[in-house]
């Protein structure tokens, strides 16, 4: 994370919607074959512990179970030219974003838990969508045995949250909104949107 004090995320709340938000990202650990990287979607299975699971043929999934993690998220984010602040010619560029990192450890599912976390993501998905919601019961049982059986759930048990919100919070705000303009202008708008609305 940045180690600015100024961009530091610590609200644990807006951090935990801004992960169930965004669902997808990256988990990261230490392997015996070197440092390993799943792309995942995940969902909360209570106020410190995300459910994740991996494809079986993933190289991190054999060496998880145990083993220290990191999830990381990224939400919008965007580069920042020094002229957008209005503030004249000593500004550098720099990037904004919005971010986050959870620490802990992966513990691995048995296949009624990884049932359960698979369908649980699947209906807060679904929920997103006006469509009638699908299930896994509308899988012919033995297709629905072979995707249980192509993936392996994990816990993962944080113990450490870090956040940046690195959104030019250390500018005055009349500078702030003038580059959130200049970036949704540049058809960055997510992330304009955040540097409007974002308050220490």
């Known amino acids: ?18 992960v169930r938000d965004v669902t997808f990202g990256q988990l990261f650990a230490a392997t015996p074959d070197g440092p390993r ?16 699971h991996v494809a079986r043929g993933n190289g991190i999934s054999r060496h998880l179970d145990g083993a220290a993690a990191l999830f990381t998220v990224l939400g919008p984010e965007g580069y920042i030219r020094p002229d957008w602040y209005e503030l004249g010619p000593d500004q550098v560029p720099t990037w904004n974003y919005l971010a986050v990192e959870l620490e802990g450890t992966a513990r691995r599912m048995d ?4 049932a359960a976390q698979v369908d649980a993501l699947t209906a807060e ?6 469509a009638p919601a ?8 033995r297709a629905s045995d072979k995707l249980l059986d192509a993936i392996i759930g994990f816990r ?9 919100a690195k959104l030019g919070q250390n500018k005055p705000d ?7 303009d200049a970036s949704e202008a540049a058809g960055r708008r997510a992330i304009a949107q955040l540097m409007r609305a974002w308050r220490r």
């Open 156 to 164: 993962l048990e944080i113990t450490a949250w870090r956040g940046t």
């Open 37 to 52: 990287v799943a792309q995942v979607p995940v969902i909360w299975l209570d106020h410190d512990t995300l459910g994740l």
């Open 134 to 141: 699908w299930t896994r019961d509308k899988l012919d049982p």
């Open 111 to 114: 296949r009624d838990a990884l």
């Open 1 to 18: 994370m940045h180690p600015a004090p100024a961009f530091r995320w610590e609200d644990r709340d807006a951090m935990r919607a801004f």
């Open 125 to 130: 998905q679904e929920a997103r969508h006006p």
């Open 174 to 180: 009349a500078a702030r909104l003038a580059a959130a």
